[in-house]
């Protein structure tokens, strides 16, 4: 067996342990890149340290470390309530609410599961109470939180954005970010219009609170909403400043956030003092794990080696739609982060052929490996699920596997058709 067979072998064998052992991926990555990279490649560990993401680590520690300090002093809840208080309270607005705030936080750097975990709870809370569709409320927290996703500045962009950039591909960070957003989008709106949203027209939390809140529900959030102390404010300042730093200036934004993280840890070192330990940390771990073992992967040529092959199927669009399909499937039961750090390298050889367009497949790839988070087996699905109140959890959860499965097998093909065969010739 080639060395570079085996490498992918040991790379499926990480997908599978992570999935159904519970084991950080990133772990297992880096154990096997260890153990491929001395046994197989003959790396020492200078080599296999060359892959490890330096650029990507310090941006995730640093969006998560703010966002860990926005959380502790009561700026992310303050957005939801002010949000809320803006829609004047009525219900048929709230999950396009939810929708919207999960996206603004993907969007200027929050992980994807963070967003979903701070949000989630609030909107599943509000659906059990004024009887909305949890899949319909969970469907648009998830689909929000991808919708932002790919900004710029975001977490999966910065990974997709680098991953190409270190490729030597052609990219386009807008089309990225607007590519999964309009899709998310689209899909929300089918949500809706499916799960129950039009009859929730015409009623409002003022009118339909229960009793704590009747007469003085939608008061309560206009209360909230106006509570803003010193240390939220300044938050609210370093995340328009984060956005500026990087969009206008041009600046680092790992780098730029963990600035402002220090600076309001310093004003605020009480509600700043955990911030570090919640960390995305097993984030953290995982995509320096899989792209530290892709760097083996590419130092030994099995990068080149699997490209090679995908483009030796001879109809080069059908080896895209299936590259979809396998960052779909997969994502669905693992990480869409790992997912996106392995395949897009995976790819590379494929789109140096020129037939295919690099920048909508490399958008088709990557919406294809996030779109699908709403499965209950990927991290939004399981926060979805374990922050709905009052349900049938077994029958929520086969809804949630049902609807995954249906994302998994229409949207590959939807994006295939859309951002990958105008580009082909």
Not at 61 to 72: E, K, N
Request: charged fraction near 10%.
């Amino acid at each position: 067996m080639s060395a570079e067979l085996i490498s992918i072998l040991v790379l499926v064998v990480v997908f599978v342990i992570a999935t159904t052992r519970s084991i950080n991926m990133g772990a297992l990555a880096f154990a096997a890149a260890f153990g491929v990279g001395e046994l197989v490649a003959d790396l020492d560990a200078d080599g296999i340290f060359a892959g490890f993401p330096g650029d990507l680590f310090v941006v995730l520690v640093g969006v998560t470390y703010l966002f860990a300090i926005a959380r502790a002093n009561g700026t992310t809840d303050w957005l939801v309530h002010a949000a809320i208080r803006l829609v004047r309270g009525r219900i048929a607005l709230i999950p396009w609410v939810m929708f919207a705030i999960t996206g603004a936080l993907t969007a200027i750097g929050a992980v994807s599961p963070a967003a979903v975990a701070i949000v989630a709870p609030i909107a599943l809370s509000f659906a059990a109470r004024y009887g909305i569709s949890p899949l319909l409320m969970g469907a648009l927290v998830v689909h929000g939180a991808q919708a932002g996703g790919f900004s710029p500045i975001s977490i999966y962009g910065s990974i997709v954005n680098g991953v190409v950039e270190r490729e030597n591909l052609p990219g386009n960070e807008l089309v990225l970010f607007f590519a999964s957003l309009v899709v998310n989008l689209i899909i929300a709106a089918i949500v809706f219009v499916l799960f129950g949203g039009l009859k929730l027209k015409g009623r409002d939390l003022e009118s339909e609170g229960d009793g704590r809140t009747k007469g003085n529900g939608a008061g309560e959030l206009a209360a909230d909403a106006a509570n803003l102390t010193p240390a939220r404010t300044a938050t609210l300042t370093a995340l328009a400043a984060l956005v500026v730093a990087v969009l206008v200036f041009d600046l680092d934004a790992g780098l730029s956030a963990i600035t402002l993280a220090v600076i309001l840890s310093a004003f605020w070192p009480d509600a700043s003092r955990k911030a570090v330990t919640e960390v995305a940390w097993p984030t953290v771990l995982l995509i320096c794990g899989v792209l530290t073992y892709v760097g083996v992967l590419e130092e030994m040529g099995t990068i080149e080696y699997a490209g090679n092959a995908v483009g030796d199927i001879g109809v080069p669009l059908l080896a895209a739609v299936l590259l979809c399909y396998i960052a779909a499937i997969i994502s669905a039961f693992a990480s869409s982060v790992g997912i996106m750090g392995a395949l897009i390298p995976l790819a590379v050889p494929f789109l140096a052929q020129g037939e295919i367009g690099a920048v909508g497949m490399i958008a088709a790839l990557a919406v294809s490996a996030t779109v699908v988070d709403v499965s209950p087996f990927s991290t939004n699905g399981a926060l979805v699920l374990a922050a709905a109140p009052d349900v049938d959890r077994e029958r929520f959860f086969r809804q949630l596997m049902v609807y995954g499965g249906i994302v998994v097998a229409v949207v590959p093909a939807a994006v295939w058709l859309v951002m990958v065969v105008p580009g082909f010739g």
